[in-house]
């Protein structure tokens, strides 16, 4: 490709790119999008995709949704930005703070707003320590997370976030996280065990785990619903309610991550509804605005407020946030973006959708290289793997997801290859013909996959 005097050498030559190889882009250049369309997307070639990714499983409403447009056009003319520091407030987050309490799982009336899931995490480490430092409980600090979770990428929640890659020489974790077993039973199953058994094991892993810590030190469990960045990863039946009732217990709080999960995804309002389980605390972000708006937030229990506002009069203070915590115009745009899900009935449409969506998902187990097949909703993935019989994994990780991946790019279809693991999360305002399309072209690039691992001796 020739870079120069282009937008792409320009890139190339200035722009850092988050979880992009950087050799590689100057030497190919990026792929530059240009403008969106609903579910389509097109570069600065003319070509058109599909966009099965929702962006970075976010974009709910599709693009060019006028409405929110409008709503950040309309908040930039009255009220372009002012802080919530000190006192100080605006109409457009206390409505949204309110539309969220009242979405949110029964108990969970209070909500921080951040700029991102990774600060919103960040909130949460902070909120939980700062919560048992007013209640006397120096040592409870501990959190435990699971491998392959994605909690972020700042020092504190990609601390928590249990992918190796993430923490690979930016010397992470730094805070006490244990990271338990993936609650994934295709790939961590043991042999001869079924799922009740493989989630009995994962349940008694944590009890163990506590009773060593000791629960006086454990602060906080923290997880998506279903892992997301991970693999889209579903925890097997009864994990979720296993875990909140050992959380009770043994008094350790239960944070749902549901910055993914959020906002029906899942078929569901929030991914904790659909694995029947309520937390005290929830980070969401992304389906918040579409992602027109950068915008997070994390919402809290009774309890925890009352110990966090008691000790922000004894201190004089709440010492933490943002300059832009409940940006006017990113908090205008998610009240709007909120009422529009709700109008359109976007919730029931995802769970109307998943049946055909997760069959077509499962239609690919015909392929020789496809392991698993699986996901909730508007949510899912195939596993590509070099025996399916056992399950072994090609001999080059992310080898041949980046192939599938460019073969799906060249069909007009945007999808994200995790390693070997290829995943679909389309806008939730797709019709059922659009959702057609997406998987008819992930079929199509996956049998050209097969082929180029056959014709390379790729195993």
């Given amino acids: 490709m020739t870079l120069a005097n282009s937008l792409a050498a320009l890139d190339a030559a200035h722009q850092l790119h988050p979880f992009t190889d950087a050799r590689?882009?100057?030497?190919?250049?990026?792929?530059?999008?240009?403008?969106?369309?609903?579910?389509?997307?097109w570069d600065s070639t003319g070509k058109e995709y599909l966009e099965g990714m929702s962006g970075l499983w976010s974009v709910a409403l599709g693009f060019g949704e006028e409405r929110l447009v409008k709503a950040a056009h309309e908040q930039l003319q009255k009220l372009p930005y002012y802080h919530t520091f000190s006192a100080k407030s605006h109409e457009p987050a206390i409505r949204l703070a309110e539309k969220i309490a009242e979405m949110a799982p029964e108990g969970l009336n209070h909500v921080f707003f951040t700029n991102s899931g990774s600060e919103a995490n960040d909130t949460v480490v902070k909120l939980?320590?700062?919560?048992?430092?007013a209640l006397g409980r120096p040592q409870k600090k501990k959190f435990l997370a699971r491998k392959n979770a994605y909690h972020g990428i700042t020092m504190a929640s990609g601390?928590?976030?249990?992918?190796e890659a993430d923490h690979t020489d930016f010397d992470l974790p730094i805070l006490p996280v244990i990271h338990l077993t993936t609650p994934h039973f295709y790939r961590f199953g043991a042999e001869g065990e079924t799922e009740a058994q493989f989630t009995a094991r994962l349940l008694k892993e944590i009890e163990d785990t506590i009773a060593r810590e000791g629960a006086d030190t454990i602060a906080a469990f923290i997880g998506e619903p279903v892992m997301g960045a991970g693999g889209v990863l579903v925890p097997p039946a009864g994990y979720w309610p296993g875990v909140a009732e050992?959380?009770?217990k043994n008094d350790i709080l239960l944070i749902a991550d549901e910055v993914i999960n959020g906002f029906g995804r899942l078929g569901t309002t929030f991914g904790c509804q659909r694995m029947g389980f309520t937390p005290?605390?929830?980070?969401?972000?992304?389906?918040?605005?579409?992602?027109?708006?950068?915008?997070a937030a994390?919402?809290?229990?009774?309890?925890v407020y009352n110990a966090v506002a008691d000790n922000s009069h004894r201190l004089g203070g709440f010492a933490h946030g943002f300059t832009a915590s409940g940006h006017p115009v990113a908090t205008a745009v998610g009240l709007e973006n909120l009422k529009i899900i709700e109008e359109r009935g976007l919730v029931a449409h995802a769970a109307e959708l998943e049946p055909m969506f997760q069959k077509g998902l499962r239609d690919m187990l015909e392929f020789p290289i496809v392991g698993e097949a699986r996901g909730v909703g508007l949510i899912g993935a195939i596993d590509l793997v070099a025996d399916k019989a056992t399950k072994r994994k090609f001999s080059k990780p992310g080898q041949v997801g980046q192939i599938a991946n460019g073969f799906a790019h060249?069909?007009?279809l945007i999808l994200?290859?995790?390693?070997?693991?290829?995943?679909?999360c389309p806008p939730m305002i797709s019709t059922e013909a659009e959702v057609a399309e997406m998987l008819r072209r992930m079929r199509v690039a996956v049998e050209r996959t097969v082929k180029a691992v056959a014709e390379q001796g790729i195993a």
């Fill in 128 to 133: 939980v320590w700062y919560m048992n430092n």
């Fill in 24 to 41: 590689a882009l100057e030497e190919k250049g990026p792929i530059i999008i240009e403008k969106g369309d609903g579910v389509r997307v």
């Fill in 246 to 248: 050992i959380c009770r």
């Fill in 416 to 424: 994200r290859a995790i390693g070997d693991t290829l995943a679909l």
């Fill in 159 to 163: 601390s928590l976030t249990g992918i």
């Fill in 298 to 303: 994390v919402v809290f229990s009774d309890a």
């Fill in 280 to 295: 005290d605390i929830m980070s969401v972000s992304k389906q918040l605005t579409s992602s027109y708006m950068p915008l």
């Fill in 410 to 412: 060249e069909e007009g």
